[in-house]
């Protein structure tokens, strides 16, 4: 089959060796191709004002936080597998039972800590998106009251004290985040 962009429209005469023409179904059709095809590299808007706000969506802030806490909590988790592995072995012991010991240790710890993390991301994720939807503004106090949050409503289950404690310290992490990355986008050129 002839490309109609290199046999322009009845140009076309390639010819088998019998001496017949070939036939080209697209030699009489003029498809805009480029039109079709150059797509635009910028994010497309329905509304001028979505295009002001440098913000992601409340779904692709859930997929973000979570995989990021997941990803970390996992990464963490078999690294302190690793170490309660090597500090629980025992001399003499055969080599497939230590790798047994590190795969085990590790794959447990990273498990259970990636889905702490994860859980803790989805939270603060959903949080933080209830927060813009319902005040309509994207600043620090949807930060720090989705660390709030997600502090107290990750450890409500112990008491009250212990929620208390949680969602002041997520307040705390998340506004310390909210300032570290005000000032690194204030003070680092990139």
């Known amino acids: 089959m002839a490309d109609p962009r290199l046999f322009p429209s009845g140009s076309d005469d390639r010819r088998e060796p ?3 023409r070939l036939y080209n179904p697209y030699q009489d059709l003029n498809i805009p191709y480029k039109q079709l095809y150059d797509l635009p590299t910028s994010p497309e808007f329905l509304f001028q004002e979505e295009s002001i706000a440098q913000r992601r969506s409340w779904g692709e802030n859930l997929t973000y936080y979570t995989g990021i806490g997941y990803l970390s909590g996992a990464v ?3 690294a302190f597998g690793l170490r309660e592995a090597a500090k629980g072995a ?4 055969p080599l497939k039972i230590r790798a ?3 795969l085990n ?3 447990s710890n990273g498990r259970r800590y990636g889905n702490t993390l994860g859980v803790i991301g989805l939270m603060y994720a959903g949080i ?3 927060m813009v939807a319902a005040r309509d503004q994207d ?3 949807n930060s720090v009251a989705a660390g709030l949050g997600t502090g ?5 289950a112990n008491g009250p004290r212990s929620a208390t404690i949680a969602g002041a310290v997520g307040g705390i992490l998340a506004g310390g985040a909210t300032a570290f990355k005000q000032v690194g986008r204030r003070y680092v050129p990139i």
């Open 100 to 102: 047994n010991r590190v």
């Open 76 to 78: 963490g988790g078999a």
């Open 139 to 141: 600043d620090w106090i």
């Open 152 to 156: 107290a409503l990750f450890r409500a």
């Open 105 to 107: 240790s590790c794959g």
């Open 18 to 20: 019998s001496g017949r």
């Open 90 to 93: 025992e001399p003499g012991e």
């Open 128 to 130: 933080e998106s209830a």
